[in-house]
């Protein structure tokens, strides 16, 4: 019997951080040029993403961000380099213990290192180092992440194909039995999300998504921004967490997923 | 004679919306066996009414998916008793609804309480202004129930929505920020008032100048993450623009499908037949009561379903159109005056005005809530001096940010040509600079205006259409012309406007037309009152005429408020299931004396 | 040769080749499918109607949103057939306050109006855009001549749907890459503004997305996978 991801958390060992990440051979410890990403600035969307309340995203800020990212921020840092879990281009280390960074809005993922940094989102590992960056650095590597992309790095194997009819079921019109809202109404469009508050699920990784999930339903977790995220996962089963959440892991993500490498 | 004929049951209701469900609820709770027949089919917000497909502006918005369809049922229309009453062909100043949660769906989510004056509409003014106030050509009555009676229930079901809002009158204290003028309240909103876009913000902060009293509109679009007494989870409105003609997918409008189906379907003395269209309610030999009713099933057989107690339930002019069909009470004839079903039926009487603002004000109307203003009520009920005006009534005034969807969202200045090159221009120049004030007033009810049965047309079954008489009275006109004069003053007074402009559905020589939406607030018909001669159901909703069936919705009103009818129709249903519960079910008679 | 629209609207002449050059052309993405319910001819006349109602300038006319697939799919669809619409006889003639009471169903409606403008023209509505303006200004006030009376029933429906197919999300086929919305700056179908209702003056920044918007595409109806010929 495999440990579980909760209980390995819980029992305050730090996996995949010591040891050696599950490396596939698509992760890569190089991290995008601030001038590729510079481009990108240029579609409204991706602007549009990377925008934390005021802070509109210039040049310097993406190079902080990156330093930031590579663990060589001014404050010292977190002693931390994030792509040492998330992968270079915040694709993760494919085992779905780290989450996808790359193109999530840049307000959501500077709320979630306030949130981590204050307690409000529980995590052993993240609170301490979201502590020791400044709130410029979060900003920065938050607004860094958002305009990155790169490829979903999985799933691997067959899919069950009842699951994927299941999820993909809750995901579009929910379910009306157990009272639980569609995913897309939030969620956005195939799972892109809805900048500013809410992440996509498109190519997120399945296990990390279910654990949320399960944390949520748990009452471990509760700084999403509506305060919805709680009454929706009481009401889905384990069953539904997974189908859900494998579903979305295999659904194509243009606005975070790099067309070349 | 009927194919099938089934066991009885306690309780028959008529009409799954808001209080088809609620009586269901309360009654299946009380012991009572209870069946819900529902015109409609099954729908649910989870699956039916999930973004981005709910957000179609030309579907649901225009061409009405979400309502009922009028070659099902319909009515015909005419301005008065001279004309020849025609079909309303196409939905178009009000828009009913149909299948599980009615209208009670595709609603705005505004929720208000009646005035305690509006309760006892006659006796106050009489009281007041003297007894020669009211014209004689106007049946202002009183309803039989006063505030205080009904403020237990009214609260309760505004908690039963979650309603967003800041008191203005909290067990007598005054607040300023809430509605000063309204009836006193024992509890706080349950949850705080809607976040306020830039165009309301400026409506209020002038209307404060001013001396008035703006505050937020009270709103059934929940603001926070909240569980109801029934214990269904709403949650916090995301101020899509896709609030009223739809459904919310989003579980943040309150609606009979989550705060009431959801708790009570798998109870076991609940049950709900779809697709089910009751045709009558029969009577006993004797006339006393109704034995159940006979119902269209969804194989299309003839059911009759006895039962104890009959609940109509249906939306407010179905439920007089199935009293007249039924042969239940006496119908009303204008020409003698005698007889109440149909009589006092009245609408809502509205103004607008357009604020037109510089560039620098950016209103993004599209973000939107059925419920989301700010509102003045120092013009409203008789929250002012009447004495030199000569009208009864008044209306709220709101500068409101319903939606921008853009078929429908076009302001454009007076003037300005209806369609062409100037048109298009004028169309992109003052989409994002734009707010609109409503006055939203009151409704007399006259004998001229009534409803009855046509004696030519007939629905998808073959049953005569009901027929609405109905013009706007000279009260009314007056009412909403001098309204609006004080909104148009609130608007000039506003910061950063450029212009602005008004007008009023009701002024001199407009006859009420069916074809422009309006409200979807037709009251009366049935109306609630300690007279027989004058009401067609007692103070507790019970029929005077046959005891064991007891009526619900905006039917009920004497005449209609300047408020939308949700919030004071659900206070009276709960107010008369307390009656039911506690001294009908248990001997079963008229609870109050002809 | 596969029926194309593009070709049909090419007969236009003079009046209307400019929107016709770009690729974004409405009907480029539909060229395959033939009108559903128009004639070439009806469909040619209909255009030039739209673009008197909603001309080019610097935004798209009504034909280039793609107006006129609009129409042609709301009068081929159960819309045009009569759906949601009272049709039992009798029929009389009511007041302006009791409504529609014509025993015609919209696509009825529509080809008779087209008809009975097109009859009554002596080609000076296919020439010139004054005739144009000129004629619809007399049939939106009541032209007794027109349509035994009912030209303003007429005018009043073609304009509806005329503004409806220049500002509906883009899978009913008009409003073609957003021309409608992009003009005024409505958002779209996707719709979440918790954060943004309280930001005063800030105008909102992202681009629209209709129901069925693809990221880079413009939300239409999928095209038919049919390889073209000729």
């Known amino acids: 019997m495999s440990l579980t991801l909760k209980s390995t958390l819980k029992a305050g060992v730090v996996i995949a951080v010591a040891a050696t990440p599950l490396v596939l051979a698509a992760q890569s410890s190089e991290t995008t040029a601030p001038g590729t990403l510079e481009a990108l600035l240029a579609d409204d969307r991706t602007l549009f993403n990377a925008t934390i309340e005021t802070t509109v995203p210039d040049d310097d800020l993406l190079e902080l961000g990156r330093l930031v990212a590579m663990g060589g921020a001014d404050n010292g840092g977190s002693g931390m380099a994030c792509i040492t879990c998330h992968g270079g281009q915040g694709e993760g280390d494919g085992s779905g213990t780290f989450p996808r960074l790359a193109g999530l809005p840049g307000w959501y993922s500077y709320k979630q290192l306030n949130d981590y940094a204050s307690g409000d989102r529980p995590n052993q590992v993240m609170t301490g180092i979201a502590q020791r960056l400044t709130d410029r650095e979060r900003e920065a590597v938050a607004v860094y992440y958002a305009v990155v992309q790169s490829p979903v790095i999985g799933p691997r194997g067959t899919a069950d194909q009842g699951q994927m009819q299941w999820g993909g079921q809750l995901a579009a019109v929910g379910n009306a039995e157990k009272g639980i809202p569609a995913c897309v109404n939030c969620h956005g469009p195939q799972g892109t999300g809805n900048p500013p508050s809410v992440p996509y699920l498109a190519g997120q990784y399945a296990n990390y998504m279910t654990y949320q999930l399960e944390l949520w339903k748990d009452g471990v977790r509760k700084n999403d921004a509506m305060d919805v995220m709680s009454t929706i996962a009481r009401k889905m089963t384990r069953e539904d967490m997974e189908a859900v959440s494998e579903y979305y892991y295999r659904v194509y993500n243009p606005l975070t997923t790099a067309k070349d490498r | 004679m009927p194919d099938i004929t089934l066991p009885k049951i306690d309780v028959v209701i008529v009409g799954g919306g808001w209080t088809g469900l609620t009586v269901a609820y309360e009654l299946a709770h009380a012991g009572q066996r209870c069946v819900v027949l529902e015109r409609g089919g099954h729908r649910h917000d989870a699956t039916s009414f999930a973004g981005p497909e709910e957000h179609d502006e030309l579907k649901y918005a225009i061409r009405h998916e979400h309502m009922i369809d009028v070659k099902q049922n319909t009515l015909t229309f005419r301005n008065g008793r001279d004309q020849r009453a025609l079909p309303m062909r196409r939905l178009g100043s009000f828009l009913p609804g149909e299948g599980l949660g009615g209208a009670g769906i595709h609603w705005n989510g505004q929720i208000w309480r009646p005035l305690p004056s509006d309760l006892q509409m006659r006796s106050h003014y009489e009281d007041r202004y003297g007894a020669q106030f009211i014209p004689d050509d106007l049946n202002v009555q009183d309803w039989g129930v006063t505030y205080d009676e009904l403020e237990p229930h009214l609260d309760f079901f505004e908690r039963i929505c979650g309603t967003a809002g800041y008191a203005g009158n909290l067990n007598g204290e005054q607040r300023a920020g809430g509605n000063v003028h309204e009836g006193p309240r024992r509890n706080e909103y349950p949850n705080p008032p809607m976040k306020q876009p830039i165009g309301p913000t400026l409506f209020g902060e002038a209307a404060a100048r001013m001396g008035l009293n703006p505050f937020p509109m009270p709103s059934a679009n929940v603001t926070a993450a909240y569980e109801n007494p029934y214990g269904a989870q709403l949650h916090p409105c995301t101020y899509c623009g896709f609030c009223e003609r739809f459904g919310c997918g989003y579980f943040a409008k309150a609606d009979p499908i989550i705060c009431v189906y959801d708790r009570i379907k798998e109870h076991e003395n609940f049950e709900i037949r779809f697709r089910s269209t009751v045709l009558r309610i029969d009577k006993a030999a004797d006339g006393q009561t109704a034995t159940g009713v006979t119902y269209i099933n969804a194989e299309g057989r003839e059911v009759f379903q006895p039962a104890d107690v009959v609940c109509m339930n249906a939306y407010g002019l179905w439920n007089v159109h199935l009293m007249l069909l039924s042969g239940l009470g006496t119908p009303y004839d204008p020409a003698t005056g005698s007889g109440t079903v149909g009589r006092n039926y009245a609408y809502q009487t509205l103004a607008g005005v357009n604020v037109f603002f510089d560039e620098e004000i950016v209103t993004n109307p599209f973000m939107g809530a059925g419920a989301l203003g700010t509102v003045i009520d120092d013009y409203n009920g008789d929250n002012f001096d009447h004495a030199d005006l000569g009208f009864l009534g008044g209306a709220y005034v709101a500068a409101t940010q319903y939606h921008g969807r853009p078929i429908s969202y076009q302001p454009v200045p007076e003037g300005t040509p209806s369609w062409g090159a100037e048109w298009k221009r004028a169309v992109r120049e003052n989409y994002l600079h734009h707010v609109g004030i409503g006055v939203h007033g009151s409704s007399m009810a006259t004998p001229e205006n009534f409803l009855d049965l046509d004696p030519t047309w007939t629905d998808a079954f073959g049953r005569p259409l009901l027929r609405m008489t109905f013009n706007f009275p000279e009260n009314d006109r007056r009412m909403t012309d001098w309204v609006m004069q004080r909104a148009v003053e609130v608007a000039r007074n506003m910061d950063n406007v450029r212009s602005v402009s008004s007008s009023n559905r009701a002024a001199s020589g407009n006859d009420y037309s069916i074809v422009p939406y309006q409200t979807t607030h037709n009251t009366g018909g049935a109306v609630i009152g300690t007279d027989p001669a004058t009401s067609v159901v007692n103070r507790y909703g019970q029929m005077w005429d046959h005891h064991n069936v007891f009526v619900f919705g905006a039917c009920l009103f004497p005449q209609n408020l300047g408020y939308n009818p949700t919030g004071p129709l659900m206070g009276l249903a709960y107010w008369t299931l307390e009656h039911l519960k506690n001294e009908y079910l248990n001997n079963a008679r008229p609870l109050m004396d002809a | ?230």
């Not at chain 3, 006129?68 to 057939?81: F, H, K, S």
């Not at chain 3, 302006?96 to 109006?113: D, K």
């Open chain 3, 1 to 230: 040769m596969l029926y194309s629209r593009r070709s049909v609207l090419a007969g236009l002449g003079a009046i209307g080749t400019a929107a016709l050059t770009p690729p974004r052309h409405a009907f480029a993405r539909i060229d395959d499918r033939p009108f559903f319910f128009f004639t070439d001819d009806e469909a040619r006349f209909l255009a030039l109607i739209c673009d008197t109602l909603i001309p080019e300038d610097e935004f798209p006319s009504a034909s280039q949103a793609g107006v006129v697939d609009y129409i042609d799919l709301q009068m081929a669809g159960p819309y045009g057939r009569g759906a949601r619409l009272y049709m039992q006889p009798p029929f009389a003639e009511g007041t302006a306050s009791q409504g529609y009471q014509l025993p015609l169903v919209p696509a009825q409606l529509i080809r008779q109006g087209l008809a009975d403008l097109a009859d009554r023209d002596d080609g000076a509505l296919r020439r010139d855009a004054a005739a144009r303006k000129a004629a619809l200004t007399q049939l939106s006030a009541g032209d007794p001549a027109a349509l035994q009376g009912h030209g303003s029933t007429f005018f009043d429906e073609l304009w509806k749907l005329t503004n409806e197919g220049f500002f509906a999300d883009p899978i009913h086929g008009g409003n073609a890459d957003y021309a409608g919305w992009n003009m005024v700056g409505f958002p779209g179908a996707h719709a979440y503004y918790q954060s943004f209702v309280d930001k005063f003056n800030v105008p909102y920044p992202k681009p629209p997305m209709g129901i069925n918007h693809k990221p880079g595409g413009d939300g239409a109806m999928p095209r038919p996978l049919r390889q073209r010929e000729g």
